[in-house]
C-alpha cells in the first residue's frame, strides 16, 4: 500500500530558465524510507517542499495516504496534511525545554495525553532525562534528536526530512544517522529523506531516487542504484566512477586494458564507455605495462591509486594499505570486476 504517490510533478520558479521539478512521478511504501540524493539544485528540496505543501506545483499530482493533497484544483495546506518536518537548522524554539519542544506540536490534546506521548518519544530518542533542558544546553545531535521527537509525536502520516545531519561533524553525523534511522524503523515511519552525500543516501534509503537538473533519472535499492546505473550521471554522481573507451566485439567489449567479456545491447564495432570503480580495476608492476602511478593516497585501511593509460584515460584503483608503489611506476592495469558492469553508448 503507497502511503505517497507523486504523479507528473512541475515546479517552476519565476525567472528561472528551466524547471526546478520536471515530471517527477514515484511512491513509496508504508514504513519505507525513500532517500532523495543529488547535486545541489537539482531538485531535491523543490520536491520535498511540494511534498509538505511550502510549495505550490504548476501541475501533477500528490496523494498522502490516497487523499489528493495538491492537484490542478486540489490545495491541501500544509498543517492539515499529516506531515513531520526536520530541518537543517533543526527549527526548535531556544526559549522552550526539551519537553515544551516536543509537545508544541501536541496542542489541542489533553495534558495527561500530551506527558504520556512526549515522555514515549523522549524515551525512544534517549533524551528522558534531558526533558527541563533548554537548546543551549545540548549537543549538536541531541539537538537533532529532539527534533526528531517533535517531528514524530504526533504521528504524521509522512516524515519529511532536509539535509538534518549537514550541521554535525564527520564522527556525530555516522554516529546520529545510524541512531535515528534505527528510531524511525522501530517507529515503522515512512519517510523522504533528503541529502547531497552519496554515502548518507546508502545508508538511509531503503530505496534511492537520483535527482538531476529536475529530472528524476533512477530510482531503485541502494544495490541498483550502485552496481546497476542506468544512466552515466548516476554511476559519476553514485559511484565515482571511472569511464574508459571501448568498442564493442562478437566476445563483448574491447578496451585498451583487454577485453571485458558482456553483453552489450549494441551494434557491433559501437563506441561505449565502461564505468569501472576503483574496486573494478586491479593492478601490479611491469615495466612495459599499459599505464603509470601518477598520485598514491593513502586512506589508512587501503590506499587509492590513480593510474594514467598509455591513452590519457585516468582511472582510479585500490589496494591494500600494504601495497606501497612509487609515483612514476609503470604498471599492468586490468578489469578485475566479478559483476556486470554499467555500459554506456558513447555519443560523442
Known amino acids: 500500500m503507497s502511503t505517497l504517490e507523486v504523479r507528473n510533478l512541475v515546479k517552476q520558479f519565476h525567472g528561472a530558465s528551466q524547471s526546478a521539478v520536471n515530471d517527477i512521478s514515484f511512491e513509496l511504501g508504508e514504513a519505507e524510507i525513500l532517500a532523495l540524493v543529488g547535486p545541489s539544485g537539482c531538485g531535491k528540496t523543490t520536491t520535498l517542499r511540494l ?29 492539515q496534511r499529516g506531515v513531520g518536518m526536520v530541518f537543517q537548522d533543526y527549527a526548535l524554539f531556544p ?24 515522555g514515549e518519544m523522549l524515551h525512544m530518542v534517549g533524551l528522558l532525562s534531558f526533558s527541563k533542558r533548554y537548546l543551549h544546553e545540548l549537543s549538536g545531535g541531541e539537538r537533532q534528536r529532539v527534533a526528531l521527537a517533535r517531528a514524530l ?40 529523506f533528503v541529502t547531497h552525500e552519496q554515502e548518507e543516501a546508502l545508508y538511509m534509503g531503503d530505496r534511492l531516487a537520483v535527482l538531476q537538473k529536475g529530472h528524476l533519472e533512477q530510482i531503485g535499492s541502494p544495490e541498483e ?14 559511484g565515482d566512477s571511472n569511464f574508459l573507451p571501448g568498442k564493442t566485439v562478437p566476445g563483448g567489449i574491447q578496451t585498451e586494458i583487454g577485453l571485458l567479456q558482456q553483453p552489450v545491447d549494441a551494434p557491433v564495432s559501437s563506441p561505449v564507455e565502461v564505468a569501472l570503480r576503483a574496486d573494478d580495476v586491479d593492478f601490479y608492476p611491469n615495466g612495459e605495462g599499459n599505464s603509470v602511478i601518477i598520485e598514491r593516497f593513502f586512506r589508512g585501511a587501503y590506499n587509492l591509486y590513480r593510474l594514467r593509460l ?39
Not at 100 to 105: I, L, P, Q, T, Y
Not at 226 to 231: C, E, G, K, V
Not at 329 to 340: D, G, L, Q
Open 95 to 118: 526559549h522552550l525545554t526539551v519537553y515544551e519542544n516536543v509537545a508544541f506540536g501536541l496542542r489541542g490534546k489533553k495534558p495527561a495525553e500530551i506527558r504520556t506521548i512526549v
Open 310 to 348: 598509455d591513452s590519457g584515460t585516468i582511472l582510479h584503483a585500490f589496494s591494500e594499505h600494504t601495497k606501497i608503489l612509487p609515483v612514476g611506476a609503470r604498471v599492468r592495469t586490468a578489469i578485475s570486476a566479478e559483476h556486470p558492469l554499467s555500459i554506456f553508448r558513447d555519443e560523442g
Open 225 to 238: 542504484i550502485f552496481h546497476d546505473s542506468r544512466t552515466r550521471f548516476v554511476a559519476e554522481f553514485m
Open 153 to 192: 509525536a504526533p504521528r504524521p502520516v509522512l516524515v519529511l526530512m532536509d539535509e538534518p545531519f549537514s550541521s554535525l561533524d564527520a564522527d556525530l553525523r555516522a554516529n546520529v544517522r545510524e541512531h535515528v534511522r534505527g528510531i524511525l524503523k522501530s517507529m515503522q515511519a515512512t519517510v523522504v
Open 51 to 79: 511534498i509538505a505543501g511550502l510549495e505550490r506545483p504548476d501541475s501533477g499530482t500528490i496523494r498522502l495516504n490516497h487523499r489528493i493533497v495538491a492537484s490542478a484544483s486540489v490545495f491541501i495546506p500544509p498543517e
